[in-house]
């Protein structure tokens, strides 16, 4: 079993659509969460972090981290074009240097 | 700042060549990382260095592969031989403090084929 589950998707949706991607995860030690953005032929870019469990807001984008069931999500409401990217979720421990990535779900936001 | 450098964008070379990828991390950053992307496998961390030292190599796939960072301003990543199944999109990271809060800074890659 991999450390971070992530769908690969395609996620297709319609322009102004609310998009939610979400990560499993198993290992209950992991406390920081990332969202990252990766455009074609390019790296991934760092969207958002939360700290532990919660919520966090970021114009349309929410983060959001259940520890109890291991599951994180990122919302994107009123979806652009622009949005159209693979998103990685990424995790890390606290004091731990070394990332762990999921593999990416691929979004289209249609005009 | 530039962000992270690497180079060359893309490499295309025969099976059995050597391979030397370039890094130039963000300046002040004392955290450097190599990844591998391709379909099957996402990004696979390969190796990283804290203050020019190497701290995890587990991810180096084999005795072929080898990096070093001589100094703070630049990294290398070796493939000797290559062979066809390293074809992948190679990234160098740079960070501070280990990624946790800043996150890492990705250069735009790498593109290796060998054929």
Redesign the interface.
């Known amino acids: 079993q991999k450390e971070v589950e992530q769908d690969p998707g395609p996620l297709s949706v319609p322009e102004g659509a609310i998009v939610s991607l979400n990560c499993t995860y198993s290992n209950s030690a992991f ?2 969460f ?1 969202w ?1 953005r990766q455009y074609s ?6 969207l958002m ?1 939360t ?1 532990s469990s919660g919520n966090k807001e970021d114009g349309r984008f929410t983060a959001q981290v259940d520890k109890s069931s291991k599951y994180i999500s990122l919302f994107i409401r009123d979806s652009q074009p622009s949005d159209s990217a693979t998103y ?1 979720c990424a995790m ?13 779900t691929r979004l289209f936001v249609k005009a | 700042d530039a962000g992270v450098i690497q180079s060359p964008r893309h490499e295309v070379t025969e099976m059995g060549q050597e391979v030397t990828l370039r890094c130039k991390p963000i300046s002040g950053h004392d955290y450097l990382f190599w990844y591998r992307q391709t379909m099957m496998r996402g990004l696979e961390l390969l190796i990283y260095f804290n203050n020019n030292v190497p701290i995890d190599d587990s991810g180096m796939p084999e005795d072929r592969f080898s990096a070093k960072m001589p100094n703070a301003s630049f990294s290398t990543l070796k493939i000797q031989p290559s062979e066809p199944r390293d074809s992948a999109v190679y990234f160098c990271a740079s960070s501070l403090s280990g990624g946790a809060i800043n996150g890492y800074t990705f250069g735009s890659g790498t593109r290796l084929t060998v054929v």
């Open positions: 406390q920081y990332m990252y032929r390019k790296g991934p870019e760092l972090y700290y990685l890390t421990f606290t004091g731990g240097f070394k990332t762990i990535f999921g593999a990416g």
